[in-house]
């Protein structure tokens, strides 16, 4: 979720939650008021009619008071059954002119003339009453909708105008790379919090090129280090090959330690490969057909296809393109490949297909059954029947994989005992 | 034959004079980058063998005097980076050939044998051990008046051993000559073994002397 729409749904929440609380209790204070206030006003006009009607001198005269004031009707009581309380109640009444029923409210109150009980009703429309309620009610709510809405729009903008520096430095941010010396530059803001963020970006960058920069020195450096004294140690090995009157166990020593010095300049290649691929070293990337590439190293390696007789079969029917580093690529199957060729057996089967779900299967029979495949791709768990690998292949394989943001498998069918590997681009 | 050896690290340049004297080379060494310039300035070479990280300089920039003095030199950069970055930079700048190290002196031989024939014999590109002919435009082989039907890898591991005369070439060494990096692939040098087989084979039908000999396990000797 942005955090824009984090920050406005919140206040959107509260504006809402505060309306539907505000309305019914305004309301509810509102008619509460409005009937206290009429309930006084009812009062105090009961107080007048009865002092009013004190003053008549006869029931002839109480009757015209009562046909002069419209709102009041009299009624005699029985003074021996009925015995009234003052009381309100609440009539609707239809009008002829409005054509609606409109809503009174009848105050009734006992008065007593000439020694004779009787009991005005006192009718108050309550027409205003409601109309007031309802006018102050919308005017309210409109008033909560434009606070709302235009709160709404504020922070909207508000914020998205603040934040603009953020997304600017974040889209940055994304961009960088730390094998690129290009300078960063990131906007200006006078927001004193994005400043610092900048700034610690910068720092941070700046860091990240002076270590990947350390990194590739160090490798560069092992590089040259390790193949140094190596290539002497060869060498002198070489020379001391061709000494005169060498007996055979001589021969033997001189070949077991070129062997050793063999495996150890491959061991070093391999590492240093591991590390540059680790460093991301190789960056550039073209459209290439993985087919065309796959297609190229099957060439290369015919020869010993022939020599320990395997049976190949590569069926490459649709072109897969990608946008990817060639040299990676090469690598990739080249070591995919020449494991399956590695731990074959003499007439082993290898089979290459591609699928239209952009999948690669390598498989290949070998001496071996399942290998458990959790370790497979770790470095240096490699097959003790094989002694000629130095368990960095499938290692080199994985990192590529995880670099390059392919899927690599693998799993062993018990049927055909072939061993896959399936590369998912 | 003069070949110039610009390599800071001693012992390495003390092995490969060793190797190339025996060969009739004139070896001459430069340690430092500022030696190294001098002696380019100063004398003609058949062969330079480069070493692009000096102490005091880099390789490159020597390669560039090289060409700037108009001069036939071979050069043969031999660098500790295996980057192709490098190799591209040094093939672009004008070197013959790159090789990374460690590597084989009998490699390098073959290498620098390669160069300066290449830069002498303009067009005519011959290796002649007596009655043997080994025609390297054309790819042929022959024995006087008859031509010898070698492979083309059979070709080539004459050619390495013939380079390397006299001397023992290891397996490995021939085969990352025949195979490269691939050599690795290989479960044992079985399949040199049956080159060399089938080379001895077709030489002796021809009439041809045995002239490449085993040496114990090691590898195989070119004896004339």
Known sequence: MQLLSKTVRSYLIYCVVIIICSIPTLYFLLYNFIRHESEEALHIRKEHIIKSTAKLHSIRELQQYIQFHEDLTITPLDSSIEKTDEKTSKIFEYDSISQENIPFAIFSFPLEFE????RIDLRESLIEREELMELILSIQISVLMLLLAGLFFINKNLASKIWTPFYQILEKVKEIEVNRDAELNLPKTNIREFEDLKQAILYLAKKNRRVY???????ENAAHEMQTPLAIFQSKLELLMQSMNLNEEQANLIESLLNVSQRLSRLNRSLLLLAKIENEQFIEKEEIDVCEVIQALIGQFSEQFRYQKIKSDIHLPNPIYLKANTTLLEILFSNLISNAIKYNLEQGIFLLNSNSRNEIIISNSGRLSAV???DMFERFTKNASAQEGIGLGLAIVKKICDTCHYQIDYHFDDDLRLHHFKVKF | MKVLIVEDEKELSKSIVNYLKQEQFVCETAECYAEAQDKIICYDYDCVLLDISLPDG???????????????DGVIIISAKNSIDDKIKGLTLGADDYLSKPFHLAELSARIKAIIRRKSFEGNNQVVIGQLVIDLNQKTASWGQDLLEFTRKELELLLFLLSNKEKVVSKKAIAEHLSGDNADLFPNFDFIYAHIKN?????AEAGCPDYIQSVYGLGYKFVY
């Open chain 1, 115 to 118: 020694h004779k009980k009787y």
């Open chain 1, 372 to 374: 458990h495949s959790a």
């Open chain 2, 58 to 72: 880099n390789g490159f920039n020597l390669l560039e005097l090289l060409k700037s003095q108009k001069k036939n």
């Open chain 2, 199 to 203: 080379l001895k084979k077709k030489m």
């Open chain 1, 213 to 219: 920069q350390v990194q590739k020195e160090f490798t």
